[in-house]
């Protein structure tokens, strides 16, 4: 039973604000610190990934930007940042726009915006450019996840929707292919329907060059190289074309273009394609097998096939495997992708990327631009022509661009080729940042605006199956941070464009609706009041009584034949492919216990424990051939710089492969490495695949050194102003002396209800001695039923955490630091699972005593 609530708090149904999965939670707020505990929704069904189960560390955190932060000398960002009131700085910012587009045009202004940012907010960030500032220079991080994905799925259905089919449909999968994905680290929760297919009696089979956690749960794991997916995807082609297992019937009455497609993949013989990839060839016909005999099969790409400078090509390749299979519009099967940022989908509908408009409407089209203009009530005329996308944007910072309004974006970190972006930034002749924290890209900034947090704003999102639902405010922001959202509406009223721009985003977000109207991503049907009622609405939502589209392409394409589009694609080499100096292959990815740039997730307490330092992975024979042993640091060189990392030795990656997680900047910026090697379609760079060379530097050390300086952007020296800190939750001493306890063991369980909790075992207790405290650090538990169990953490008799563990599946849960356990507290746990159940559990609960 949870504690009970104190009478000045209240609890509200919001969704986590990191990925596209926007797990459910129920938020409790009033007396701080805010606490939560999942929720039932239809994507994490009850379940949380260490991210959400701590988002709010983050809201209280004393590195908070609570107030404007401006340059203690005009101009020199080498000076001190000190704070200062909105008035001010926004005379600052308003001062630095006039000044910029008076000397250069208006395109000298640039906006970059990011994919956790609303839909309200995205949408009015694209109008904001083009009204307010009148300027064609605008894109967003979102470029740089999806854009690829995006540019397939356009080209070969005439729509853009990560997945066209709920999440859902994946449980009832009977084979699930998934390339370049790993939701087992980067949305856990999601693994809930991978397992649900499998108890069933699915095939899961995983195309990946590390050996994942997603990749360890599959029937088979094809281990291609980096940069050959679409190789690959045209093998599998070239078998089913060779043992007949292609769709005629489909072929015939749903797409145009096979032909070229069928003659095309004839130069992709099985044994070639093992060569391109690794993959044998027994491998590849089992794949093809299982998928063209499902009833329902899906195919699933991400960023591991996506993030190449063929990245559209590449997704195209495995929608033309997955439409030759007749899977696309069969209800239960189809292609979809796994959408990354929390509204990486929301994000690239409404106008905030350098070619559209809202509703995915292009900014090239004349009918399409005198539809918005009318809504936002300007003169189609004025709207500037499409810019530059985003890695070209801040490679013009400095030439063509010299100023840059960022919102909720560390570009200094995620863009590729990152100190090439930190230099262009440095050119620039005014930045201004919006941010929750001081990112490295903020560091940069002349001008820094505290904006406010998921838990404190209000709007919608649009997850990773195009379902639109709610973000809803909890708590006010701290200090003088406000939503993006009122930074608008004020900066536009300052520029003279106010009349058109709202504060409230439920105005914003009714304008949206009408712009989108008639678009390809419609929005003119839904309302709040139906998302709150309806646990979200998937569009296109063109009118108030339309359902909604829950699964897109059942009948048609929307195209102008209404047909999906086969294109023939072919395989190129890599852009840097490797050589004597730089004899590997670097590709870069997520870690479980971040998420993206970091800006949030390092600051995250729970989540350093888990995952405190970059850590590269090297398969056993190279690091044997360079002297390196686990836990070393190693230098990664490429073309473009250095970086340093700890060593993780595993057989678990190809041994011509170098992973490296790209969630830190400094001295272990794997993006300082990447290529920003450009698709021509959808500008996606090469984040995935370039050519590295391996070094050893010294043995284990806690603090990975920089390397050296001639490889590094120049620090800045940062002199904040005092203020007045946030108080912080914890205070730490490194001189107290700490002792590890755990509760750990195997049990047997036998369920009396989901109501009916009782002790894991009378013997696991851990009474805090007298004279001490102790603190909760982890849980992690396993469970062998078929049943969803749940384990409580009870203090002195009263549940105080709860953990869902999922049929045969389980669970780590970095715990907040944040409640002492002092002495004579009596720690035990219990377990609930359905009546009747039987099986067996594991936990372990760390706990430190000091
Ligand atoms: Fe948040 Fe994790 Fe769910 Fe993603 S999977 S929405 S990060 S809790």
């Not at 107030?67 to 000190?82: E, I, M, Q, W, Y």
């Not at 397992?195 to 699915?202: F, I, L, M, P, T």
Request: aromatic fraction near 6%.
């Amino acid at each position: 039973m949870p504690t009970p609530a104190s009478p000045r708090s209240r609890t509200t149904q919001t969704h986590c604000p990191y990925c596209a999965l926007q797990c459910g939670i129920a938020l409790t707020a009033g007396d701080r610190p805010a606490t939560l505990v999942p929720a039932d929704f239809p994507t994490n069904r009850g379940g949380l990934c260490s991210k959400g189960w701590s988002a709010t560390e983050l809201l209280d955190h004393p590195e908070r930007l609570t107030r404007p932060l401006v340059r203690s000398t005009p101009g020199d960002r080498t000076s001190a940042f000190v704070e200062t009131s909105w008035e001010a700085a926004m005379d600052v910012v308003v001062a630095g726009i006039r000044r910029i587009q008076a000397a250069h045009g208006r395109d000298a202004v640039g906006c970059f915006g990011g994919g956790g940012l609303t839909n309200e907010q995205a949408y009015q960030f694209g109008k904001f450019a083009r009204v307010a500032l009148r300027t064609s220079q605008i894109d967003y991080n979102g470029r740089f996840c999806m854009s690829s994905a995006a540019g397939a799925a356009n080209r070969a259905f005439g729509l853009d929707r990560g997945l066209p089919f709920p999440l859902a449909d994946v449980g009832e999968a009977d084979v699930l292919l998934l390339v370049g994905s790993n939701p087992a680290d980067t949305m856990p929760p999601a693994m809930q329907y991978l397992d649900a297919s499998r108890e069933k009696g699915g095939r899961l089979f995983v195309v990946d060059p590390r050996r994942t956690a997603t990749a360890r749960a599959a029937e088979l794991h094809l281990q291609a190289l980096p940069g050959t997916d679409l190789a690959l995807a045209n093998g599998l082609l070239h078998i089913a074309v060779a043992e007949g297992l292609v769709d005629e019937q489909y072929v015939a009455a749903r797409t145009t273009g096979w032909d070229a497609v069928r003659a095309s993949v004839q130069a992709y013989w099985p044994d070639r394609v093992e060569r391109l990839t690794g993959v044998p060839v027994a491998a590849m016909r089992r794949v093809v097998l299982a998928l063209a005999g499902a009833d329902k099969a899906i195919v699933l790409t991400a960023r591991g096939a996506e993030q190449h400078r063929n990245g559209t090509d590449t997704a195209q390749a495995w929608i033309n495997l997955s439409l030759a299979l007749g899977l696309v519009g069969r209800p239960g099967s189809g292609w979809g992708t796994v959408t990354g940022q929390g509204n990486g989908q929301g994000g690239r509908e409404h106008g905030q990327k350098a070619d559209q408009l809202p509703g995915y409407r292009m900014l090239a089209d004349p009918a399409a631009r005198a539809h918005v203009a009318a809504v936002w009530g300007v003169d189609p005329a004025d709207l500037p022509q499409p810019g530059r996308s985003a890695f070209e944007l801040l490679d013009a910072l400095g030439r063509d661009v010299h100023a840059l309004l960022v919102l909720a974006s560390n570009v200094a970190v995620s863009a590729p080729d990152a100190r090439r972006v930190v230099s262009r930034l440095r050119d620039l002749q005014f930045l201004v940042v919006s941010d929750f924290f001081l990112s490295e890209t903020a560091e940069l900034a002349d001008v820094v605006l505290p904006s406010a947090m998921w838990a404190e704003e209000d709007g919608t999102m649009t997850n990773l199956e195009g379902r639109v639902i709610r973000r809803r405010k909890t708590l006010d922001p701290p200090g003088e941070a406000r939503d993006d959202l009122a930074l608008m509406a004020d900066l536009a009223d300052r520029l003279g464009a106010g009349a058109h721009f709202s504060a409230d985003p439920q105005t914003v977000f009714a304008e949206l609706g009408r712009a989108s109207a008639g678009g390809k991503a419609d929005y003119a049907g839904i309302t709040w009041d139906r998302v709150d009622a309806e646990q979200g609405v998937f569009w296109p939502c063109p009118t108030p009584e339309h359902p909604g589209t829950p699964r897109l392409f059942l009948d048609r394409f929307p195209t102008p034949d209404g047909r999906a589009r086969f294109v023939a694609v072919e395989h190129v080499g890599a852009h840097e492919p490797p050589d004597a100096e730089h004899p590997y292959v670097l590709t870069t990815g997520r870690v479980m216990a971040q998420y993206q740039s970091g800006t949030q997730s390092r600051r995250s307490r729970s989540l350093a424990m888990v995952a405190p330092a970059p850590r590269a992975e090297l398969h056993p024979d190279l690091a044997a051939q360079h002297g390196i042993a686990h836990d070393d640091v190693v230098e990664l060189t490429t073309r473009r710089g250095k970086a340093r990392f700890t060593a993780t030795v595993t057989d678990a990656i190809r041994p011509d492969v170098v992973f490296a997680p790209f969630h830190w900047g400094g001295g272990s910026s794997a993006n300082a490495l990447t290529d920003a090697a450009l698709d021509p379609i959808s500008r996606m760079p090469a984040f995935k695949t370039c050519a590295v060379a391996v070094a050893r530097v010294g043995g284990p050390v806690e603090q990975v050194p920089a390397p050296a300086p001639s490889s590094q952007p120049v620090p800045l020296v940062l002199r904040t102003a005092p203020r007045t800190p946030l108080t912080p939750t914890r205070r730490r001493t490194a001189a107290v002396k700490s002792t590890p306890r755990f509760l750990q063991g195997v049990y047997p369980i036998t369920g009396d209800g989901l109501s009916k909790p009782g002790p894991v075992d009378p013997a696991l207790t851990y009474t805090v001695p007298a004279g001490a405290s102790a603190q909760a650090l982890y849980f992690r538990g396993g469970n062998s039923t078929g049943e969803l169990v749940y384990v409580l953490l009870v203090r002195d008799g009263e549940p105080v955490r709860w953990f869902p563990v999922g049929a045969k599946g389980d669970v780590h849960v970095p715990l907040r630091v944040v409640e002492d356990l002092p002495g004579g507290s009596v720690v035990t746990l219990h377990v609930a699972a359905p009546e009747g159940v039987t099986g067996e559990l594991v936990v372990d609960l760390g706990l430190v005593e000091v």
